[in-house]
């Protein structure tokens, strides 16, 4: 599970660099309201930072560590002080495995769903 969700970034990253913009323009889509929380983020590095963190701390989950989960439970409550409902903060797990099998197309492999699928439902019991 582990290597699939690592070959899974691998994936993503040689076939669309850097997948941030993507992230985003999905999340916003699906969430209209959080754009403006990022209105003072003009070089998109609090985004790009952001999806780093997570993309560690999943990939951290998928191995076991135990920090993961702690770590979720206490993003929920920051992000709810700066106006993110816990219901939407969820919603971003979601929208990175979304983009990223679109972004993998056909290559994404149903090792690489399980993997994702199994690491979400991990974050969502967080
Ligand atoms: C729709 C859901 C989410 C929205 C709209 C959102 C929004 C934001 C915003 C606006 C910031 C910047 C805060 C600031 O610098 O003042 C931020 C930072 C951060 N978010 Fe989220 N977030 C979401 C989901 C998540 C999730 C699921 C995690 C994973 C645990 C997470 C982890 C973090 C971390 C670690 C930072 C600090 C990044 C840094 O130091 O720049 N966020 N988030």
């Avoid at 701390?57 to 106006?83: C, F, K, S």
Wanted: proline share 4%; aromatic share 8%; hydrophobic share 50%.
């Amino acid at each position: 599970m582990t290597d699939a969700l690592a070959a899974s970034l691998e994936l993503v990253a040689d076939r669309c660099g850097d997948p941030t913009t993507l992230v985003y323009d999905r999340l916003f889509a699906q969430q209209p309201a959080m754009r403006e929380l990022f209105i003072t983020d003009h070089g998109g590095a609090a985004r790009g930072h952001m999806l780093q963190m997570v993309l560690e701390t999943l990939t951290n989950m998928a191995e076991g560590a135990a920090w993961p989960a702690n770590m979720i439970r206490a993003e929920r409550i920051n992000h709810d002080q700066i106006g993110v409902p816990f219901d939407v903060f969820a919603t971003f797990f979601t929208v990175v495995h979304e983009t990223f099998r679109e972004a993998g197309g056909e290559a994404w492999t149903p090792d690489m769903e399980a993997a994702w699928t199994g690491v979400l439902t991990r974050a969502a019991a967080a």
